[in-house]
């Protein structure tokens, strides 16, 4: 992934991803830089957190990416799959309701949610909701579109 341009951003820009970040994932970023990086090659859009890549926007809304999750857990919009899902789950593909253990029920379809693994609670992968959280356990169908995974592009992205 080769970098196109790298800005810091304004304090309004920061305001609103810490107010997303706090109001859908119960995550609080304390952090003295914030640089957006746009690529070459590639549609995602990043923030470097202190130079790390913690926050990614997803069709303009910022969300965590899978290293921001594990470096700070989110306590809301989090869908819990079993060890017999994560090579799939960390392979990129979408999330399936009998790999599924647990989902929050203020899940709604539509919406972003961290994928947690529910051995060692790493995350594994960022997605859309397809569903409810409610309706996520069950014994088939597609529920949570893979976005971004473990192993990936933007995973493997070093500064």
Request: glycine content about 8%; hydrophobic content about 40%; aromatic content about 6%.
């Amino acid at each position: 992934m080769n970098v196109k341009s790298r800005h810091h951003l304004r304090s309004d820009e920061v305001d609103a991803i810490a107010t997303a970040l706090s109001d859908n994932l119960g995550v609080e970023l304390d952090a003295d830089t914030f640089e957006k990086v746009e690529f070459e090659d590639s549609d995602w859009d990043v923030v470097l957190v202190d130079g790390d890549p913690l926050v990614l926007y997803i069709d303009g809304e910022p969300f965590l990416t899978v290293e921001g999750a594990n470096a700070h857990p989110p306590q809301k919009h989090v869908v819990t799959v079993d060890t017999g899902a994560i090579s799939f789950v960390s392979d990129g593909a979408d999330i399936m309701r009998p790999g599924i253990t647990e989902a929050d029920d203020d899940i709604s379809s539509g919406d972003l949610v961290a994928i947690n693994e529910e051995s060692h609670g790493k995350f594994l992968a960022i997605g859309r909701a397809k569903t409810d959280g409610d309706d996520m356990v069950g014994d088939s169908g597609k529920v949570v579109e893979s976005i971004h995974h473990v192993g990936d592009d933007l995973f493997e992205f070093s500064v």
